[in-house]
C-alpha cells in the first residue's frame, strides 16, 4: 500500500493508503506504487485513477500540477481536481473544472476526451 | 455641577460605543477562525512545494546552472517590498506596526546603496504610501474574500515576474504580519528573489540528500515550480496576513469594550452622586424655608 495524499493550494483534499494511483506524468502515464524509485514530475491535464487488483476504484480529473513519490508516499500537488464520477458526460461544461479552465484549450480538448472516454475505466 | 442631562445622554453614547465594539469582537473572532483554518490548511502544498524546490536546487551542484529569478542577480541595485496591510482600520497597532518596520527596513536597503520600490495591498497601505515619495509600483485592494485572496496572490506574482524580466526590480521581498496567535502577531519578512536559503532545516538537508529522478528535466520543471512558489508565497502571506488582521481587531476590540464599560461605571457613579447632591440640595432648601417660618 501507498500513502496517497492530494493537495491544492487551499487545503488537503485527501489522504488515504492505496494499492496503485496511476497519474498522468507530463512525459506519459506512470503508476505510483510502493518501493517506487524517488522520483519528481509535473504533471499534464488528464486523468488520476485509483486501482486496486487492476480495476480502478476511484477517478478524478486534474487539470495539472506536481508529483512528489518517494518509497511509501505519493504526494500530488494539484492545480484543480474534480472526481469524475461527478461530471456528467452530456453536459460536463456546466462542471466546474470546465468553467475553471477556460481559456486554456488543451486542458479543455483533455478534460473532454477524459469525460467522454476515460484511459482507464 | 455637571448636567444631569449631558450625563444621561454621555451614558447612552458611550453604552451604544460599547455595543458596537463588542459586535465587532464578535465578527472578528468568527472570521478569525476561518482565517486561522484557511491559513492552515495551505500550509501543506507551500511545504511540499518548497521541498520539492529546494530538493531539484539542492540537486543542481552548480548554481550559475540556475535561472536568475532563483538565485537573484550578482549586482542587484532596486528593491521590491509588498507590503501586506489590512483593508479597514480599527485594529490597533496591526498596521502602524508594519508600517513602522517597513520604514526601517526601507533606510536599510537604501544605506546599502539600493533603491527601493514598493507594491501595497490593502487599502491602508495604499493610502499612507501615497503620501510617502516612495515610488509605487502597484495597489491592490478589497480582499474581502478567500477566491479575490488567490485572485490578487496571482496578479501580484505576474507583476513581479514582469517587471523582474524587464529588468525593473532585483530583489523582491514580502511583508506581512505573521500570525503567533491570538494575541500576538509578528511583523515578518519572507524573501522571494533571491529565494531564501537560511531555512536550513532537517527537512531541507534531507532534501539536498536524496536523489530525485525528474521528468521532465530540471530546466523545464524549474520552469513550471518558480511561478507556483511565488504564487504559493505570496498566497500564504495574505493569509497569514488576513489571520492575523482579524486577531488584531478582536483583541483591540475586546481593549475597547472593557474600556467602555469601565466608563460607563465610571459615568453612572458621577450620574447618581449629582442627582443625589441635586436631592440634598433641594430638601436643604425646604427645610430651612420651613424652619425660616
Known sequence: ?121 | MPNLKELKNRISSVKSTRKITSAMKMVAASKLRRAQELAESSRVYADSLSFILSSLAGNTKNSSDLPEILTGRENSKISLLIINSSDRGLCGGFNSNLFRNAKKWISDQQGLGKSVKIMTVGKKASSFYKKTDLDIVASFEDLNSNDRQLQVSEEIKNKIMELFENNEIDEVSILFNKFVSAISQEPTYQPLIPLSNDETSEEESEANNSVFEFEPDKNELLEYLVPRNFLTQIYRSVLESSASEHAARMTSMDNATRNAGDMIDRLTLTYNRTRQAFITKELIEIISGAEAV
Do not use: W
Not at chain 1, 484543480?80 to 468553467?99: A, D, F, G, H, M
Not at chain 1, 479552465?101 to 476526451?113: D, S
Open chain 1, 1 to 121: 500500500m501507498i500513502n496517497l495524499k492530494v493537495v491544492s493550494p487551499q487545503k488537503v483534499i485527501f489522504e488515504k493508503e492505496v494499492e496503485m494511483a496511476v497519474l498522468p506524468g507530463a512525459e506519459g502515464d506512470f503508476a505510483a506504487m510502493p518501493n517506487h524509485s524517488p522520483f519528481i514530475s509535473s504533471l499534464r491535464p488528464g486523468q488520476m485513477a485509483i486501482m486496486s487488483s487492476n480495476k480502478v476504484d476511484e477517478s478524478f480529473f486534474v487539470s495539472g500540477g506536481l508529483v512528489m513519490l518517494k518509497e511509501k508516499v505519493c504526494e500530488v500537488l494539484v492545480d484543480q481536481i474534480e472526481p469524475l464520477s461527478e461530471v456528467n458526460s452530456s453536459n460536463y461544461q456546466q462542471s466546474k473544472t470546465y468553467q475553471e479552465l477556460e481559456g486554456n484549450e488543451t486542458a479543455l480538448v483533455t478534460f473532454e476526451q477524459v469525460v467522454n472516454n476515460p484511459p482507464y475505466k
